[in-house]
Each structure stands twice: as C-alpha cells, then as structure tokens.
C-alpha cells in the first residue's frame, strides 16, 4: 500500500520560505514519479511541481519556477517542496501524490497521479 503523509505546513509572512516534506510507504520508491499541487479555498487543485525518476526530469507550474524546489531523497522514501519567496497568493492545501508503476508519467494532471496524502496547510500573510 503506497500512503503519502505530509508534513512542514505552517503561517509564514510574505517573502519567507517553508519546507514541505513528503514520506510515503512503499517497496518501490524510486521508481514513483513524485508531484505537489495545492488547493486554495474557492479554487480548483492545481499543479505545483513534479519530478520523475530515474530520470530525474523536473517540472514546475510557471507560478512558482525559480522559487520552489522539488527533491527527493529515495534511501528515506521521501520529496521535498522547498519554498522561497512566498507570497500570499501560494496560501492553500499542498498535497503530495504519487504517480506508481506500471504507468509512469511526468504528469501536470491530477488524474494521473495514484494516491493522495491528506494534505498541509501553508498561510502566507502580507
């Protein structure tokens, strides 16, 4: 059973920085693709970043390239979302997802991604 948990939301004022991680259970880790969206109140998910592995081919929403960062850390089943430069309009719930085998993309669509983590809230104030 493959279970993303989140965790490292908090309130943070604009222009500081929040570190999300991810752990999620499962044998096959590093064959997962990896991806972040989020979700503010009123609003549909929407994309944030992804990386797929073994190729280690990153993408990101066009919002946050060059102030968030996705990594991963395969010996501890973890990704991490590294986010500087908040603002308040990043305010939402960031989920993390896994994309499992056998079918294996570098996807932006929330369809193609297999299991969910419960989410965590991340305030911006201004």
């Known amino acids: 059973q493959v279970q993303p948990v989140e965790s490292g939301g908090g309130l943070v004022q604009a222009g500081g920085s929040l570190r999300l991680s991810c752990a999620v259970s499962?044998?096959?880790?590093?064959?997962?693709?990896m991806g972040w969206f989020r979700q503010a109140p009123g609003k549909e998910r929407e994309f944030v970043a992804a990386?797929?592995?073994?190729?280690?081919?990153?993408d990101y929403a066009d919002s946050v390239r060059g102030r968030f960062t996705i990594s991963r850390d395969n010996a501890k089943n973890t990704v991490n979302l590294e986010m500087n430069g908040l603002q308040p309009e990043d305010s939402g719930v960031y989920y993390c997802?896994?994309?499992?085998?056998?079918?294996?993309?570098?996807?932006?669509?929330?369809?193609?991604?297999?299991?969910w983590g419960r989410g965590t809230q991340v305030t911006v104030s201004s």
């Open positions: 997802a896994a994309d499992v085998p056998p079918i294996v993309r570098l996807s932006r669509l929330s369809v193609h991604y297999d299991y």
């Open positions: 499962g044998n096959t880790f590093s064959s997962y693709t």
């Open positions: 990386l797929k592995w073994p190729a280690d081919i990153r």
